[in-house]
Antibody, heavy 116, light 107 residues
């Protein structure tokens, strides 16, 4: 079975940094596109970033220049480096496995809280 | 690219619920649908306009034409109460776009 397990969330001060991890299993990680999606409290889903199996990377305008996506195919792990964090970055962050142009499987999420 | 959903839809048990996802010529794009129950991660219920993943009941179906894609849930059950989101890939920007979500209430 496909499993995605996020970690690394927590409480951080405004302007701070955090690195999220997503450990994957149950599929051929190196051949899969992966993405990060977040959900602020009481709000909808927001796509943040995607990385293809060929390391092609895309970012939403809201996080470009502040967040960095990366992957370690040797350890089946996806990362999201969060920098210059703001209160509005407070959210649950999900990693997702892509299939073509949609998100096939999702992790359970990790909570990030940015305090001012 | 912007996609819009009604904030809420209400339906009685056993009836049919239709949730719309509107966008300019959305019929030319592939639309995918997610169900999110309270406190849970999103679950894919429809992909590529009308395909159902394994394990999703046949009561869930999708269509897409013109400026509106629609998720239809027939014979609605109490357990279908959730937020539903549509997703579209914007080929012009290589960005993914979610609709704002629709809260389905089963009366």
């Amino acid at each position: 079975d496909v499993q995605l397990l996020e970690s690394g969330g927590g409480l951080v001060k405004s302007g701070g940094s955090l690195r999220l991890s997503c450990a994957a299993s149950g599929f051929t990680f190196s051949m899969s596109g992966l993405s990060w999606v977040r959900q602020a409290p009481g709000k909808g889903l927001e796509w943040l970033s995607s990385i293809s199996s060929g390391y092609e990377i895309f970012y939403a305008d809201s996080v470009k220049g502040r967040f960095t996506i990366s992957r370690d195919d040797s350890n089946n792990t996806l990362y999201l480096q969060l920098s210059s964090l703001r209160a509005e970055d407070t959210a649950t962050y999900y990693c997702a496995k892509r299939m073509g142009k949609y998100f096939e499987y999702w992790g359970q999420g990790t909570q990030v809280t940015v305090s001012s | 690219y912007v996609v819009t959903q009604p904030p809420s839809v209400s339906v009685a048990p056993g009836k049919t619920a239709s949730i719309a996802c509107g966008g300019n010529n959305i019929g030319s794009r592939a639309v995918h649908w997610y169900q999110q129950k309270s406190g849970r991660a999103p679950l894919l219920v429809i992909y590529l306009d009308s395909d159902r993943p394994s394990g999703i009941p046949e009561r869930f179906s999708g269509s897409n034409s013109g400026n509106t894609a629609t998720l239809t849930i027939s014979s609605v059950e109490a357990g279908d109460e959730a937020d539903y989101y549509c997703l579209v890939w914007d080929r012009d920007s290589d960005h993914w776009v979610f609709g704002g979500g629709t809260k389905l209430t089963v009366l």
